[in-house]
């Protein structure tokens, strides 16, 4: 197939690619690299360095090729930034888009799979979450993204725009070619991992009086490879399971101090941390009830906790870029 990826330059849609590009599909990748790195854009892609705002420019990116397929990872992502910025989330993630609906629906390109997030759905009302539990994000990027999700599915009425949307638990983890990279890391794993490895300051440890047993807050950590082995699946039964949203996780939920207990184990190296106050737009637990990917997709996590941590691991100590 022919496939664009938006987002390729970045940590989820560069092993996406990975994976696609092995199985022999052609991708074009579309990325501003606002928070990605040309390093990462897998080497058999045509890259279109594109800001999906910007409609003119991503017109002439469609214009380049037939496509088959959109896989759109592109997005704002970080949940403390969206709660003091949320107008850039909003502009970014709903207008970018609105572009890209618009792109494909002119060009006649019906299928796509959407990167959605497990901030849909807010404070847990019952643990695992299906995809049944109320949908009430308590941050902007969440609801940013749930308002996507619906447009998906008005594009699918009026315009016949297939859609699968995975909301995604927190990724983690690296293949051997790609991990995370960001300019300036939030995410758990690689902040604990990097302090182990001595390479930033004690890891701050936000809230300590969630409802979880042991105060912090518990979130479902997804190995990235299984991420994109989930598109590959649903690439192919895009055409059965059209306008679906599956959870991806693993239905295991780690808290904070677990996490950092897992590395300092595994790497037998002790994290240094301190407490910091609650964040707000942080739930106290996400995790995933995975049954609907397995039944539909075929599709259920294969790596745990200890292989996230090594992959990310290695990927810390050598990355390719
Ligand atoms: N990382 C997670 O744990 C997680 C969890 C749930 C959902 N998601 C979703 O998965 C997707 C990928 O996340 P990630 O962790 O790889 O993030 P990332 O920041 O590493 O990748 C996002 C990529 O999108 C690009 N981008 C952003 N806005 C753009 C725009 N307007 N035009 C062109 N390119 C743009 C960035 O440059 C970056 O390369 C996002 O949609 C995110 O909301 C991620």
Partial sequence: MNILITGGAG???????ELLEQQGHRLVVVDDLRDGQRAA?????????????????????????PLDAVIHLAASANV??????????????VQGTCNLLECMREHQVKRIIFSSTAACYGDPQYLPMDEKHP???????????????????????????????????????ATAAHGESRK?????????????????DKVRVFGREFPTPDGTGVRDYIHVLDIARAHVLALARLDQVAG?????????????????????????????????PARPGDPPNLTAACAKAQQQLGWTAQHGLDDIIRSAHAWRLAPAY
């Fill in 184 to 200: 300036c890391e939030t995410h758990l794993i690689p902040v604990v991992l990097d302090q182990a490895l001595g390479k930033r």
């Fill in 80 to 93: 403390p930034d969206s709660v003091v910025n949320p107008l850039a989330y909003y502009a970014n993630n």
């Fill in 244 to 276: 679906e949203v599956f959870n991806l996780g693993t239905g295991a939920g780690y808290s904070v101090l677990e996490i950092i207990a897992a590395a300092g184990r595994l790497l037998q190296t002790p994290v240094q941390f301190e407490f910091a």
């Fill in 41 to 65: 854009v897998v080497p058999s892609a045509a890259f279109h360095r594109v800001d999906l705002c910007d409609l003119p420019a991503l017109r002439a990116a469609f214009a380049c090729q």
């Fill in 135 to 173: 949908l009430r994000p308590v941050n902007p990027y969440g609801q940013s993204k749930l308002m996507d999700e619906q447009i998906l599915r008005d594009c699918m009425a009026a315009y016949g725009i297939r859609f699968v949307a995975f909301r995604y638990f927190c990724a983690a983890g």
């Fill in 11 to 17: 940590y989820i849609g560069s092993v996406v690619a």
